[in-house]
């Protein structure tokens, strides 16, 4: 059965530091992974994407994310937190036919 | 502009009221799900559907029901909603070649008392 565990449920920095959200992840098969990203009183957006391709995949402002088989993650990095950053954060993996499995989320908050 | 809207944004009830949250898409996607969002526990899928007609269980269906007669429009049902099922709501529609890329509509939060 596929599955993904967040790491860390809360993650705090200052505003131009870096960010490290920790997603690890089990599947059966050969996965795609993703994060979402879920600014307040908004809807999920996705963020980026990894579909078998290149294992280091860039996503919208700024972050990235490492597909690492070896140690079953896929963490999402962003080398310079903005305010804007500050939401929830979401690691998804594909569970079989249209099927979408959500982590239970990591909220960022940046500092001034 | 393309989009995913959900009526109510916010609703109070009370046990055992029979209440529909509607969502509906405007970019002819195949595909649409509802999710709740629960603290700590993510997003979890309650039902979908592929296309007009066609539907199935998530993995959190008991006490919702839904229909898909329209492709835009995928209205969620708690023919008798009780204070358990007091949660975020989600509709989400993909067009079926690209189903992980997932639009979301605003949500709608909803209260049982």
């Known amino acids: 059965a596929q599955s993904v565990t967040q790491l860390d449920s809360h993650v705090s920095v200052s505003e131009g530091t870096p960010v490290l959200l920790r997603c690890n992840y089990s599947?059966?098969?050969?996965?795609?992974l993703f994060w979402y990203v879920q600014h307040p009183n908004k809807g999920l957006q996705l963020l980026l994407k990894?579909?078998?391709?290149?294992?280091l995949v860039k996503g919208i402002n700024g972050f990235e994310a490492e597909f690492k088989k070896s140690e079953t993650s896929f963490h999402l990095t962003k080398p310079s937190a903005h305010m804007s950053d500050a939401a929830e954060y979401f690691c998804?993996?594909?569970?079989?036919?249209?099927?979408?499995?959500f982590g239970a989320g990591t909220r960022l908050a940046v500092h001034p | 502009e393309a989009q995913v809207t959900q009526n109510p944004r916010y609703l109070i009830t009370v046990t055992g009221k029979k209440l529909t949250v509607t969502c509906s898409q405007n970019?002819?996607?195949?595909?649409m799900s509802w999710y709740r969002q629960d603290p700590g526990l993510g997003l979890r899928q309650i039902y979908y559907?592929?296309?007009?007609?066609?539907?199935d269980k998530g993995d959190v269906p008991e006490g919702y029901k839904v229909s898909r007669k329209e492709k835009r429009n995928f209205p969620l049902i708690l023919e008798s909603p009780s204070p358990n099922q007091t949660s975020l709501y989600f509709c989400?529609?993909?067009?079926?070649?690209?189903?992980?890329?997932?639009?979301f509509g605003p949500g709608t939060r909803l209260t049982v008392t």
């Open positions: 989400a529609s993909s067009s079926e070649r690209k189903f992980y890329e997932q639009y």
């Open positions: 599947s059966s098969y050969s996965p795609s």
């Open positions: 990894y579909t078998s391709a290149a294992t």
């Open positions: 998804v993996v594909t569970g079989g036919y249209n099927k979408l499995i």
């Open positions: 970019m002819n996607h195949e595909y």
């Open positions: 559907s592929m296309n007009v007609e066609v539907t």
